[in-house]
């Protein structure tokens, strides 16, 4: 990667790649380099990669390499540091997700908006993470397959932490906001979860 002509090199091969076997090929090759500087640790490498294989999946027959690029760029963001980044790019995933000629793209919704919410906690906008968590939350029950299943969508308890953060430090820090939290919180998945803390 720290060869001056890399960047050339893929490009030209990305290129020859397209021309012989389409778009969709030359966005494995992005991924398949951008997993194995991830591997090592270069997330910002990994990044640049994970960002052309969007690029390159996105013209070819189907979003899902594109969203699966998208997650990838989600959770680099995140290990940086840069949530609002990551949120963006979690959003854009929900939108590409929605408007997906695939049905099965449904599904990547409310993990996309979880997402979101999770990176508006890390951000320190936890009202915002309160009420987008709420928008997953519908998401989740209208989309997801299994959606009571919480094994099979972990994201949904992690989610969950992240509000029961938010509850607990507003208890002990701030007790006025606290009815305000449940008043967001209060419906679909995590009315059980506020009707406890709220006794």
Known sequence: RDHPLYRQV???????????EGDAAAGD???????????????LDAL??????????????????????MANIVDIYAALGMYLAAKK???????????SADPSDRELIPMALFSAAN????????????????????AH??????AGNLERHAYVTE???YQGFTVVIAEQTR??????IHGILRGGLFDGFTHLRAT
Not at 29 to 43: D, S, T, V
């Open 10 to 20: 893929c490009d030209g091969l990305d290129r020859a790649v397209a021309r012989q």
């Open 29 to 43: 090759r992005c991924r398949q380099r951008a997993e194995a500087l991830q591997k090592a640790g270069r997330l």
């Open 48 to 69: 640049r990669e994970f960002h052309q294989a969007k690029i390159n999946w996105f013209h070819g027959d189907t979003l899902y390499g594109t969203l699966r690029a």
């Open 89 to 99: 790019y979690a959003l854009a995933m929900a939108a590409l997700a929605r408007g």
């Open 119 to 138: 990176m508006d906690h890390l951000a320190g906008a936890w009202i915002a993470s309160a009420e987008l968590a709420m928008i997953a939350g519908q």
């Open 141 to 146: 029950l209208n989309w997801a397959p299994d």
């Open 159 to 161: 989610a969950m932490k």
């Open 175 to 180: 007790p006025e906001f606290v009815p305000a």
